[in-house]
C-alpha cells in the first residue's frame, strides 16, 4: 500500500504563498496522474488541481493562476505552489493519485493551510 505524506502548510496571511509537498512510497509513483485535494471547514473534499504522469496540469477554476501543481519523480514528490491565497483557501490538503477520476490510494495525514489576517 502507498504511503502519502504532506507537508509545508501552515498560517499565512491573505495574498501569502506557501509550497506543499507530498512524498509517496512505492516505485510506480511516475506512471500516476496526481492530484491535490482540499477539505475547507464543513465542506466536501474538493479536487484541486492534477498533475499527469507527462506532465499536464488541471486546475479547478477558483484556483487557476493562483496555484501550480508539479512533480519529481526521482524524488516520488508532487508540489502545489500556492500563491495570492484568499480566506477560501483554508482547509486541510491532501495528495492522492487520481485513477479513473478517484483517488486510489489510502489517504496520509494532509496538512493544514490557515489563510488568516
Known amino acids: 500500500q502507498v504511503q502519502l505524506v504532506e507537508s509545508g502548510g501552515g498560517l499565512v496571511q491573505p495574498g501569502g504563498s506557501l509550497k506543499l509537498s507530498c512524498t509517496a512510497s512505492?516505485?510506480?509513483?511516475?506512471?500516476?496522474?496526481m492530484g491535490w485535494y482540499r477539505q475547507g471547514p464543513g465542506n466536501q473534499r474538493e479536487l484541486v488541481a492534477t498533475i499527469s504522469s507527462g506532465a499536464g496540469t488541471n486546475y479547478v477554476d477558483s484556483v487557476k493562476g493562483r496555484f501550480t501543481i508539479s512533480r519529481d519523480n526521482a524524488r516520488n514528490t508532487v508540489y502545489l505552489q500556492m500563491n495570492s491565497l484568499k480566506f477560501e483557501d483554508t482547509a486541510v490538503y491532501y495528495c492522492n493519485s487520481y485513477v479513473g477520476g478517484v483517488p486510489a490510494w489510502r489517504w496520509g495525514q494532509g496538512t493544514q493551510v490557515t489563510v488568516s489576517s
Open positions: 512505492g516505485s510506480l509513483f511516475r506512471l500516476y496522474t
